[in-house]
């Protein structure tokens, strides 16, 4: 069976989760943002850095799809020694379990060296850190069915798609009863596969977007 939900941050649009801890005298800043698609981490990154632009660093990693997913995600330095910083940052964001997320690390130097492992672990604290106070939800993944079949199923369809957490999009009827639904991902192979035995094959099902 298909993942049919994720965990996102669980704040609303333009909402942040803010963190804070001290290092050898340097304040680190973590902000966490629920964004999803590359435009709305750009957007989250930018809105905090201009922020904090008196900062000596403002260091971020994201997410911008499901936990673990690398199809949208990202990382920069700002300015700290290679490697140090938005890696390590990434490697917390893309393994936390949470998905659509972008995290921004700002730093005021406060006077003390931390050195390349220090660095590293600083900015992996302060999102660990941030993260473990994170409000998250569930996410649904949906999926969309058009339907075609015989008006005497219909009783039995409604039920079913019920049951099973879906919803209808659209409707229309003629000589048989047209339907689009939504359902949670994982739900299609049980929704399909039970309707079409209770209508004995006789059903027109077409999966039109994700």
Request: proline letters at 3%; charged letters at 25%.
């Amino acid at each position: 069976m298909r993942e049919s939900s994720f965990k996102v941050p669980d704040l609303k649009s333009g909402s942040e989760h803010v963190n804070e801890i001290i290092i050898k005298r340097s304040r680190f800043i973590t902000t966490l943002g629920h964004t999803r698609g590359m435009e709305e981490c750009k957007d989250f990154i930018a809105r905090v850095s201009s922020r904090y632009s008196d900062a000596n660093h403002n260091c971020f990693a994201f997410n911008g799809d499901k936990p673990g997913s690398t199809a949208v995600c990202g990382c920069s330095d700002d300015g700290e020694p290679h490697g140090t910083a938005g890696q390590p940052m990434l490697n917390v964001v893309l393994h936390c379990g949470v998905g659509e997320l972008t995290a921004v690390v700002t730093r005021y130097f406060g006077g003390i060296l931390l050195g390349i492992g220090g660095l590293v672990k600083a900015y992996q604290d302060s999102v660990k850190e941030a993260l473990a106070t994170l409000p998250v939800c569930e996410r649904v993944i949906p999926a969309f069915l058009k339907l075609s079949f015989e008006h005497r199923h219909v009783t039995v369809f409604m039920r079913l798609l019920n049951e099973l957490k879906g919803e209808v999009v659209n409707s229309a009827f003629d000589e048989k009863a047209h339907y689009e639904v939504m359902l949670p991902e994982g739900a299609v192979t049980a929704f399909t596969g039970r309707f079409t035995e209770t209508v004995r094959g006789q059903l027109t099902l077409e999966r039109v977007r994700k």
